[in-house]
DNA sequence: TGGAGCGGTTGGAGCGCTCCAACAATTGCA
DNA sequence: TGCAATTGTTGGAGCGCTCCAACCGCTCCA
């Protein structure tokens, strides 16, 4: 598999390596004719320049590598295209590195585009420490997406957190709800930040005394266990903010099983707006975060360091919104002033 | 933001630049005092090797590139991490490159992989013409997985799309269906293959006659519709066969906003596995592929051709199993010789 | 008629590394 | 005691490209 080189090219078009170079950079002062003869040898010979010497000779890759923390995350997945569109678009290549939620895989892909020399790196929804991070931005342009990191040298995008929680918490409250539960994400990946801004939501409507955070993770299957925790304290809430959507639908699971309609009974709230709160059979009112945008902020905070030598760090706070949909409305009428007192029926709706 | 290079390293050390080139790929016989001058050294200067120079004079790379159809299908993110651990076994580096369901950005990941000398590349899921792979065959060694390509040199890793469809069939059959209809992709990726096999087994079974393929494509949207098609024509089957677990979920939504329970009416088999159908509140019967399997094979068939010399092309062809869940069940009891004749009640389940 | 200017082309130096032959310093053994 | 073998170290060539100064042959115009 040894490849034809530049050198190939030029001895069989009987020109110089130099023009060859030109030709391949599509340079405009070569005549048409060379020109030809030598796109022709390249092509009979399936000639690819070696970007490992282009890179090295130039000096530069125009090359950005994306760090993502979980390839299975819906979430960055949007990033990463919102990125891979701003990237194209400025004429730079994108490589995707995975880590598979762990921090060694994760430092691993950034030591190996360092190592290529890219030219910037995005960190999505990284859990390196920050003093790494910073680390890193001594030597390559870093900006990190969905997650605070406050360093000289690395621009952030996020997206406000408490103005999510509050739109959350101000729907249902508009709706008449006031015992409003949150199931949280545990320690992952910005639940904390999230589990704050619900009580400062709460906290903000006057509602600090119903604050109520029942303990979770990012699994469908953690909503499901906190709503049968809930019902087993006989604690049920009229409203539940889960932590993102695939809480709420494991917690719509349970309830459904227990025999409560959604909205009827019990309202319902995610996070993120993913695919499966669209879902017709789910049909999740949810806090949409601008993921395309995220990812393209981001790359273009990359660029502009690179090429208008921005040297101060920047920090995109975006603006989520509510999608609202089927699985929130008003309390049972009994509820407004009392919790509403469970009767376990037989599930329906499935035999 | 230039970089220190070997040379710098070498004088801040008092050695030769070979030294530290010797100290950096960890060769044995080199005296530790000079070991530790140098590691010292580089650690001050944060200096760490051009992997484009060093690619560039080893005349090898080892890295693999994964070319992904598209970032957001949970199963080719599976095989991405089959194929990454395969590949961090074998002391490979792996770059994802992500195409967003474009031809044009697959060719360019793949471009981009070839020129950076990637000595191998996995293609997942792609949708490129098959001359074009067997053409970038010739310089990288190619792997595809989820794809049948019969091309020499090119090495192929898929599921045996026929047994899923039989074993999903079979089941059905067992529990006592004999109207089993089958709710198509379109023409996604794969849609296809999956269609012929569904009819073979329904054939095989000597139920052709009930054979019954409903237009859909690979979204929920398209399982409700095709639901509400059948329910519109008063031909509801007793069990649905969906492309994948996507369509049987929104089919679900459909059938339970009918009145109908799962799967006490009406029998639902998806396909892929997914965390969806693993999803309690869906719990949806599913044929399962060996995804990370896939991932792992395709890598280990590259470094057979890389490190074995291998040059006949391999064709790996996995074994789907089903995974029994809770969306189905015999049929209703009256339905074995007829088809259900569906009274439309109110839905329920949800207010 | 003799430059200046221009489009097109070329050789050579250099990018940061590896690899190899060669060498210096030590050790082992006849 | 002499010489081979061993261990540790080095300079230089070369990987495939780009970039730059220089050059060639023309045309154009003073």
Known sequence: MTRPTLEDVARRAGVSRSLV????????NVSEQRRTAVLAAAKDLGYRPNANARNLAQKRTRTLGVVLNDLHNPFFADIADGAAAAAAEHGYHMLLGAASRSVDA????????????????????TTLPSAEIADAA???????AS??????DVDTVISDERLGARLAVEHLVGLGHRKIAHI???????????RGAYSAAMKAFGLESETKVVPGEFTDLAGARAVEQMLADGELPTAIFAANDLVAAGALGSLEDA???????VSLVGYDNTALAAMHH??????HQPR????????????ERLEEGRARPVRHVLTPRLVVRESSAAPPAGARRNSLSVSRAAPIGRA
């Not at 001594?138 to 990190?144: K, L, T």
């Not at 997650?147 to 000289?152: C, E, L, T, Y």
């Not at 025999?259 to 009974?265: E, H, M, S, T, V």
């Not at 789910?282 to 806090?287: A, E, G, I």
Request: hydrophobic residues 45%.
């Open 21 to 28: 170079s030109l030709v391949m950079r599509g340079a405009s």
């Open 282 to 287: 789910l049909s999740l009112t949810s806090v």
């Open 259 to 265: 025999g409560l309609a959604i909205p009827a009974d």
């Open 138 to 144: 001594r030597s390559v342009a870093i900006a990190v």
């Open 147 to 152: 997650r605070q990191v406050r360093q000289p």
């Open 292 to 303: 395309l945008e995220m990812g393209r902020l981001a790359v273009e905070s990359l660029i």
């Open 106 to 125: 994760e430092r691993d892909a950034l030591h190996t585009f360092m190592d290529l020399r890219a030219e910037g790196v995005v960190l999505v929804g």
């Open 184 to 194: 949280d994400g545990g320690d992952g990946a910005g639940a904390s930040t999230r």
